[in-house]
């Protein structure tokens, strides 16, 4: 309940480099919006030589294998540059 909680009222997610909390913050919002359970927010991860690895295996394997849609990719945005971040969040809030 809380993570549902944590993710319906956001207006966005910057997700930082972190450990296997923030991974489960992370898909916990993915799946969120994906299944349409929260209205669609922008998220975006910062960092992309640490997330790297994990798009790709989500592109090279769970894709592949047809676990999850290439759609489901676009969910979120990857950045280094934190205007961009800022810009992706605010851009959301205002439509």
Same mark, same amino acid.
Do not use: C, N
């Given at each position: 309940?809380?993570k549902?909680? &944590?993710v319906k009222?956001a207006? =966005?997610f %910057? /997700?930082?480099?972190?450990?296997?909390g923030?991974?489960d913050?992370? &898909?916990e919002a993915l #799946?969120l919006?994906?299944?349409?359970k %929260?209205t669609? &927010?922008?998220? %975006?991860l910062f960092g992309?030589?640490y997330?790297? =690895?994990l798009?790709?295996w989500?592109?090279? #394997?769970v894709?592949?294998?047809?676990?999850?849609?290439?759609?489901d990719l676009l969910?979120?945005?990857?950045?280094? +540059?934190? +205007?961009?971040a800022?810009t992706l969040?605010t851009k959301? /809030?205002?439509?």
């Amino acid at each position: 309940v809380r993570k549902t909680m &944590f993710v319906k009222y956001a207006q =966005g997610f %910057v /997700v930082l480099p972190g450990g296997l909390g923030t991974l489960d913050e992370l &898909f916990e919002a993915l #799946t969120l919006v994906q299944t349409g359970k %929260v209205t669609r &927010f922008p998220i %975006v991860l910062f960092g992309t030589a640490y997330w790297g =690895g994990l798009i790709d295996w989500l592109r090279d #394997t769970v894709v592949a294998q047809g676990k999850a849609s290439e759609k489901d990719l676009l969910l979120f945005h990857v950045t280094d +540059d934190v +205007d961009e971040a800022v810009t992706l969040v605010t851009k959301e /809030v205002g439509r």
